[in-house]
């Protein structure tokens, strides 16, 4: 009966391992909005920072479960991102144009980070 019972456990802790472990990051998969970016060591809340400036600073990242993704910053007069996703760990990877970047998944909050510069977005 204990062989059998750790059995059981074995084939669950593989069965949720292997559920963890999807293609495209099943569970990064959904809609995030910025708020809050850091330049040159200044983190600035979006939402203070587009009520200050009395315009919309909606910028959203959408990582769909096909293993695509699309960044709309057109709010902030930069256009529209589009490319592949995929996910390990906590770490998810955003290619467009030929160029990776690496971003840090934790929870919610995934926070994209280039040359000094970050960018936070949390999952809606």
Known sequence: MKKRALT????????V???A???GGGGAAGSYKMTKMNAAGVEMNIDDLAAMAGVDM?????LKDDGNFSLDM???????VSGTWTSSGST???????E???CSLNGG?????????SLTFEKQ
Do not use: K, P, R, W
Not at 58 to 62: A, D, K, N, P
Not at 92 to 98: C, F, I, P, Q, R
């Open 8 to 15: 059981l456990l074995l084939a669950l802790a593989m069965i």
């Open 21 to 23: 472990c999807g293609g």
């Open 74 to 80: 057109s709010a902030l007069g930069t256009g529209s």
């Open 17 to 19: 391992s292997l559920a």
């Open 58 to 62: 909606t910028v959203t990242l959408e």
């Open 92 to 98: 998810v990877t955003l290619t467009a144009e030929g």
């Open 109 to 117: 909050t995934l926070v994209m980070e280039q040359d000094g510069q």
């Open 100 to 102: 990776d970047i690496s």
